[in-house]
């Protein structure tokens, strides 16, 4: 079995400040692990993903997360967001030899002007 | 091109119709899926085919029927329709193997009255 949490339901952050969303997973086997953006009326699109390797993952529009095995953490930062960055953030794991990917509850991220 | 499409994108009908919700991808992947978002954002699988086989099958009233006539497609029956089928249902498609990525299509918004 394998869950997400994302700690935080709405995170209010002013323009050109640095943001982090917080995710935690727990699974009885070694998982990859994605987050997905989900911008007003659309579909889920993949921000980034770690598989293995390097626990720090470069995503696009900017975004890292950093895999932290210890923590079972996987959370997620821009050092500069923009007004463009309002959007749901979902964390997802997926575990290794399982086809179902669990989401979590999503994170609301509103950019402040 | 549209690489994940869904039709419609708004479907409002009363309670007790049945409706159908279809979805194509022309990734040329082997999985699909279909997920449904309540009102409160919460992203829930509900069912999976491989290669025209369903895979996952989650606990979801036997109202709802998938349909895969062949890879790129993965239709969702629903009968008898009631209030709280009202959710957005996302239809997905991926390569199988857990490290691939899910993409997503738009988004169907169901509304039963």
């Known amino acids: 079995a394998q869950s997400v949490t994302q700690l935080d339901s709405q995170v209010p952050v002013f323009e050109e400040a640095p943001v982090e969303l917080r995710c935690n997973y727990s699974s009885s086997v070694s998982v990859y692990l994605f987050w997905y953006v989900q911008y007003p009326n659309q579909g889920l699109q993949l921000l980034l993903k770690y598989l293995s390797g390097s626990t720090l993952v470069k995503g696009i529009n900017g975004f890292e997360a950093e895999f932290n095995k210890s923590q079972t953490s996987f959370h997620l930062r821009k050092p500069s967001v923009h007004i463009s960055d309002t959007a749901e953030y979902f964390c997802a794991v997926r575990g290794k030899g399982n086809e179902k990917l669990t989401f979590g509850t999503g994170t609301r991220l509103t950019i402040i002007p | 091109d549209t690489a994940v499409s869904q039709t419609p994108k708004y479907l409002v009908t009363q309670m007790g119709n049945d409706k159908s919700i279809k979805c194509e991808q022309n990734?040329?992947?082997?999985?699909m899926y279909w997920y449904k978002q309540d009102s409160k954002k919460f992203l829930k699988i509900m069912f999976s085919?491989?290669?025209?086989?369903?895979?996952i099958n989650e606990t979801v009233p036997n109202r709802f029927s998938p349909k895969s006539p062949d890879k790129a497609h993965l239709n969702l029956h629903i009968n008898s329709l009631e209030l709280g089928d009202s959710a957005v249902y996302f239809c997905?498609?991926?390569?199988?193997?857990?490290?691939?990525?899910?993409?997503f299509g738009p988004g169907t918004r169901l509304t039963v009255l």
């Open positions: 990734l040329g992947h082997d999985t």
């Open positions: 085919y491989n290669n025209k086989e369903l895979i």
């Open positions: 997905a498609s991926s390569q199988s193997g857990a490290t691939d990525t899910q993409y």
